[in-house]
């Protein structure tokens, strides 16, 4: 902890210097939660394997893809990497929660260090833990069989999207974590957020289902993305005609927006609180 300290003594509040410190502030932020990817593989491997189990129960076991004309698995493998990045909220809530209750976040808030910088290190952390989820879970798919075929182009901008969807759901665990406070309240969430995940296209097209759940379900922005990235992958999709369903790369981008426009700055409020 004290490497967190280490020359800010002195520090001008003015101009460039100011942003240079805020950038070495928030890189030792990163580099310390780094820090526990090697301290802690169980929880980093844990992490990234799951999604990968429930990725070849969904597709070996239970089944799926009710209401989709075409290779199940190519459903499936897209909107499991939506789900992938909306269940990453739980993993960004624990974190900040055990943080807060050992009183980590006093003691960096205490030194002369920007503040904005622990959270800009625990987005960069999980956003790069996204990532490697991600990749790992492409590759998985590509395994059992899955394919896209709309060149590398549309791939990149449908991990931009999934990327998107996954810090709009970073903020909102931050926010959270912070109004729970402790570690035990994640699982209040995780109540929550599973209902939301499956509420979605994920498993099954919306016209399969009932009226009013299927409108429910393409209004999902978990759904808005699944659809989004499947159409760049060029993946069956179901043969949704709704509004939602014609324009979900729209919502794709407009749903993480929307969410980061109201949650960023309340996660801000709370953390800059928390000394008062």
Partial sequence: ???VGTGTAGRSVMGATTIGWAVADSWTMTRRELAHWARQPVRIVVGLV???MLLLMFNYLVGGGQGVDGDNTEFLVPGMLALTMAFGLESTMLAVT???TKGVIDRF???PMVSGSVLVGRSVADMLQSVAALAVMIGVGYA?????HNGVTAALGAVGLLLLLRFAMLWIGIQLAMVAGKPEMVQAVQILVWPVGFLSN????????PGGLGAVVEWNPMSATATAVRDLFRNPGGAGGSWAAEHAGLLAVVWPVA?????FPLAVRRFARLSH
């Fill in 1 to 3: 902890m004290s490497a």
């Fill in 50 to 52: 799951f999604p990968v």
């Fill in 98 to 100: 055990q943080d807060l």
């Fill in 109 to 111: 808030r205490s030194m």
């Fill in 144 to 148: 059992v069989g899955w394919r896209w």
């Fill in 202 to 209: 994920v498993f099954a097209a919306p016209e399969s289902m």
């Fill in 259 to 263: 969410l980061i426009a109201v949650f």
